[in-house]
């Protein structure tokens, strides 16, 4: 089992440019999360899908922030335009969508926004 | 006052010590996850437990959902335990809310 699979895993950019966070889930999982993690406020939820659909997306910070899940091995984070209090580790998630499952996460996309 | 509150912010121990990392949390759920985050590393989940106790290795964890409250212990510390530790219990059947980690050193 590959696990949870992040790209990049570091992005450096300057402000204003469009970035784009890619996570392919573990096969068989139906629920996918994305998470920010900094310093100051810790890991947070941004948002999480059930069979592809968006559950959850009150985390999302603001209309930068955009999530998409084409399909079920597949899913981006853009930040459109990006600023700098965007750099972060962005973490992505999969489970078994079931309460009595647990989240496997991806090793992360360090963000940097110059 | 936060949802999650972990306790302490930070421990540095020998090697050899046992250790506790405390956890309570005002909201209702469904589970809770044990987090470990290595510097500069990826996430793992230790354990997802929703009633009484687990064990795995060295690691115990334990919760008591009447009072909100779960504990994480570490018997025999190695200095590779050194990590973060995330107390992130889960609301409903999917959502996380996350502790601000507990920083633990173990000193050889």
Known sequence: ?????????????????????????????NSLFWYRQTMMRGLELL????????????????????????????????IQPSEPRDSAVYFCASG??????????????????? | KNEVEQSPQNLTAQEGEFITINCSYSVGISALHWLQQHPGGGIVSLFMLSSGKKKHGRLIATINIQ???????????????SAVYICAP????????FGQGTRLTINP
């Open chain 1, 1 to 29: 089992d590959a696990g949870v699979i992040q790209s990049p895993r570091h992005e450096v950019t300057e402000m204003g440019q469009e970035v784009t966070l890619r996570c392919k889930p573990i096969s068989g999982h």
């Open chain 1, 47 to 78: 948002i999480y899908f059930n069979n592809n659909v968006p559950i959850d997306d009150s985390g999302m910070p603001e209309d930068r922030f955009s999530a998409k899940m084409p399909n079920a091995s597949f899913s981006t984070l853009k």
């Open chain 2, 67 to 81: 009072e909100k409250h779960s504990s994480l212990h570490i018997t025999a510390s190695h200095p590779r335990d």
């Open chain 2, 90 to 97: 889960k609301q409903g059947a999917q959502k996380l809310v």
């Open chain 1, 96 to 114: 078994g969508g079931s309460s009595n499952q647990p989240q496997h996460f991806g090793d992360g996309t360090r963000l940097s926004i110059l």
